[in-house]
């Protein structure tokens, strides 16, 4: 029997306005989550599993908030979560589309009703976001990402091939052989469940090991699969090393892919570890991965100025610049410097005062995720300083409470600057001030300034000279702007990924994505074949 799924829609967000019910209940759920310290065993096969050797889960912008002991892997764990995906495969990958697709719709409606204050709870706790970049992907993103997988794959299900007098051909989609390790990233709850779900949705068993900076979401992520339903075994879920579980997946013969987001290191790391492996592996390991960007923002003489102050504010600062979609390079003409410097430099220091404890659901940015991660910015901000460029907004950070770095605003007159070109993952916006009649030579600067290509944005009321950058930066960017922010995609209508060296650009919230979870059968039925070996033309 052919059942057609519901038709996916995006999840609408709530707004959390003072005084709404929203508000209460989230709030509510947060203070309960702060005093209830968990403890988070890996799930491997359906059973919890504690191993002992914890770290903790603490809050960025406070560093007394304690919010979990989570039960790191160690080898023996991440060998037996291979082992309960490879034994849940044969069931899994033969249960019906529909069946399958079933428990994440299921999923995508406890997220989007029950969990929706606990899943959104422990991202604001543990990866430091506002309520309002929590709701948009940890609640939003994530079921869209759920509901659209599941038309998208019936799409799939539905390319049949042509069948002339006598004969039916068939696709068959058919899971890939082995299993699918993915590793997931602190800075998106929806990233994290879209990589593990989208490969599973599929028929394929996944071993999933998240960020140790995401853990604490993650837990309960896996909870709320496992109450709509999920089989055991089909999504395994181990924490701790990223590093020792890709050695243990790539050393195993049955790796059918990896489901990766993150550094560009560690993308290079696994697809190096996978192609040191391949005369063992039983199949060639698909490698899907997205890996970081260096995204810029360009005006043209005609940019409405209000909008790109806008526009270069909340995609810079927004979640503290821990985006891969992140403003982080801009190139502003001369006319228009003065009016966007000031209205950028106003904007910065405005959204300076409101940072602070993101359980306060009135700001509007937290603190970034780590000490790492905080001596990072600050130091690149240092490093500026001492080369000479004026910073006009913000330069200063403070770990007192949380690892708090200040809406930075970097003028340079350098367009290769060491913060033109490198990835930081911070609220730290460089600008370069460009004359108005090098447009080209700019829009040329724009594209071969960084190794990545993952997002960008044009900002011009001339239709002509917008249309042409589009054009010029055609290689720039898998995901390019039109007169707004490079961030914020979304799923079923930004299809999300980047080229160079941000990664595979498969394109997660589309059918390209799960198209690479399948190994294609085609199937050739004659229905009256010849009884007699000679053709025609022998006579």
Same mark, same amino acid.
């Given at each position: 029997?052919?059942?057609?799924?519901?038709a996916? +829609?995006?999840?609408?967000?709530?707004?959390y306005?003072?005084? @709404?019910?929203?508000?209460?209940?989230?709030?509510?759920?947060?203070?309960r989550?702060?005093?209830?310290?968990?403890?988070?065993?890996?799930?491997?096969?359906?059973?919890?599993?504690?191993?002992?050797?914890?770290?903790?889960?603490?809050?960025?912008?406070?560093?007394?908030?304690?919010?979990?002991?989570?039960?790191?892997? !160690?080898?023996?764990?991440?060998?037996?979560?291979?082992?309960?995906?490879?034994?849940a495969k044969?069931?899994?990958?033969?249960?019906?589309? /529909?069946?399958?697709?079933?428990?994440?719709?299921?999923?995508?409606?406890?997220?989007?009703?029950?969990?929706?204050?606990?899943?959104?709870?422990?991202?604001?706790l543990?990866?430091?976001?506002?309520?309002?970049?929590?709701?948009?992907?940890?609640?939003a993103?994530?079921?869209?990402?759920?509901?659209?997988?599941?038309?998208?794959?019936?799409?799939?299900?539905?390319?049949q091939?042509? @069948?002339?007098?006598?004969?039916?051909?068939?696709?068959?989609?058919?899971?890939?052989?082995?299993?699918?390790?993915?590793?997931?990233?602190?800075?998106?709850?929806?990233?994290?469940?879209?990589?593990?779900?989208?490969?599973?949705?599929?028929?394929?068993?996944?071993?999933?090991?998240?960020?140790?900076?995401q853990?604490?979401?993650?837990?309960?992520?896996?909870?709320?699969?496992?109450?709509?339903?999920?089989?055991?075994g089909?999504?395994?879920?181990?924490?701790?090393?990223? /590093?020792?579980?890709?050695? #243990?997946?790539?050393?195993?013969?049955?790796?059918?892919?990896?489901?990766?987001?993150? &550094?560009?290191?560690?993308?290079?790391?696994?697809?190096?570890?996978?192609?040191?492996?391949i005369?063992?592996?039983?199949?060639? =390991?698909?490698?899907?991965?997205?890996?970081?960007?260096?995204?810029? #923002?360009?005006?043209? =003489?005609?940019?409405d100025?209000?909008?790109?102050v806008v526009?270069?504010?909340?995609?810079?600062?927004? +979640?503290?610049?821990?985006?891969?979609?992140?403003?982080?390079?801009?190139?502003?003409?001369?006319?228009?410097?003065?009016?966007? !410097?000031?209205?950028?430099a106003?904007?910065?220091?405005?959204?300076?005062?409101?940072?602070?404890?993101?359980?306060?659901?009135?700001?509007?940015?937290?603190?970034?995720?780590?000490?790492?991660?905080?001596e990072k910015?600050?130091?690149?901000?240092?490093?500026?300083?001492a080369?000479?460029?004026?910073?006009?907004?913000?330069?200063?950070?403070?770990?007192t409470?949380?690892?708090?770095?200040?809406?930075?605003?970097?003028?340079?007159?350098?367009?290769?600057?060491?913060?033109?070109?490198r990835?930081l993952?911070?609220?730290?916006?460089?600008?370069? #001030?460009?004359?108005?009649?090098?447009?080209?030579?700019?829009?040329?600067?724009?594209?071969?300034?960084?190794?990545?290509?993952?997002?960008?944005?044009?900002f011009?009321?001339?239709?002509?000279?917008? +249309?042409?950058?589009?054009?010029?930066?055609?290689?720039?960017?898998?995901?390019?702007y039109?007169?707004?922010? =490079?961030?914020?995609?979304? #799923?079923?209508?930004?299809?999300f990924?980047?080229? !160079?060296?941000?990664?595979?650009?498969?394109?997660?919230?589309?059918?390209?994505?799960?198209?690479?979870?399948? &190994?294609?059968?085609?199937?050739?039925?004659?229905?009256?074949? =010849?009884?007699?070996?000679?053709?025609?033309?022998?006579?």
């Amino acid at each position: 029997m052919t059942f057609r799924v519901p038709a996916p +829609y995006n999840e609408p967000m709530r707004a959390y306005a003072p005084g @709404s019910a929203e508000r209460a209940a989230l709030s509510g759920e947060i203070e309960r989550l702060r005093k209830e310290r968990v403890d988070a065993p890996c799930v491997i096969g359906g059973q919890e599993v504690r191993t002992g050797e914890v770290f903790t889960a603490r809050s960025p912008h406070d560093h007394t908030c304690e919010l979990a002991d989570v039960h790191a892997a !160690r080898q023996e764990e991440v060998e037996q979560a291979i082992d309960a995906a490879r034994e849940a495969k044969a069931e899994w990958s033969r249960w019906s589309f /529909a069946a399958r697709a079933a428990v994440f719709l299921k999923a995508a409606d406890l997220l989007s009703g029950p969990w929706r204050p606990t899943i959104n709870g422990a991202t604001i706790l543990h990866q430091g976001k506002s309520v309002h970049q929590a709701e948009i992907e940890a609640v939003a993103e994530f079921a869209d990402f759920l509901r659209f997988n599941v038309a998208f794959a019936q799409q799939l299900y539905e390319q049949q091939p042509y @069948s002339p007098e006598g004969v039916w051909n068939r696709m068959e989609y058919r899971p890939l052989e082995g299993f699918v390790l993915a590793i997931t990233p602190f800075n998106f709850t929806a990233i994290a469940g879209n990589l593990p779900t989208a490969p599973a949705l599929m028929g394929n068993t996944v071993v999933w090991k998240p960020s140790e900076k995401q853990a604490y979401a993650a837990h309960f992520t896996m909870e709320m699969l496992r109450a709509a339903g999920l089989p055991d075994g089909v999504i395994n879920l181990v924490h701790g090393d990223g /590093a020792l579980a890709t050695d #243990v997946a790539t050393a195993h013969p049955e790796l059918g892919g990896v489901h990766f987001t993150g &550094s560009i290191d560690a993308l290079r790391s696994i697809w190096k570890k996978v192609g040191a492996g391949i005369d063992h592996f039983s199949s060639f =390991p698909r490698v899907v991965g997205e890996s970081g960007g260096k995204d810029f #923002v360009v005006a043209h =003489p005609t940019a409405d100025v209000p909008a790109l102050v806008v526009a270069l504010g909340r995609g810079a600062f927004e +979640y503290q610049g821990q985006k891969c979609s992140a403003a982080s390079r801009a190139y502003i003409p001369r006319s228009l410097w003065p009016e966007v !410097r000031d209205g950028l430099a106003d904007l910065a220091r405005q959204a300076k005062a409101s940072m602070g404890d993101v359980s306060d659901l009135s700001t509007f940015m937290g603190a970034v995720i780590d000490r790492a991660a905080f001596e990072k910015h600050r130091d690149a901000i240092e490093g500026m300083r001492a080369d000479g460029a004026e910073i006009i907004a913000g330069g200063g950070t403070d770990e007192t409470d949380g690892w708090f770095v200040d809406p930075t605003v970097i003028v340079t007159t350098d367009p290769q600057a060491d913060t033109m070109q490198r990835e930081l993952f911070g609220p730290i916006l460089t600008v370069y #001030v460009y004359d108005d009649p090098d447009w080209d030579d700019t829009l040329a600067l724009v594209d071969r300034t960084s190794q990545y290509a993952l997002t960008g944005a044009v900002f011009s009321q001339d239709r002509a000279a917008g +249309y042409h950058a589009l054009d010029q930066l055609r290689d720039a960017a898998g995901n390019i702007y039109l007169n707004d922010k =490079p961030t914020g995609s979304v #799923v079923g209508q930004q299809p999300f990924g980047g080229a !160079r060296m941000s990664g595979t650009n498969d394109k997660a919230g589309s059918l390209l994505n799960i198209t690479r979870w399948t &190994s294609a059968r085609a199937i050739k039925e004659n229905f009256v074949p =010849p009884h007699d070996w000679r053709y025609p033309h022998m006579g």
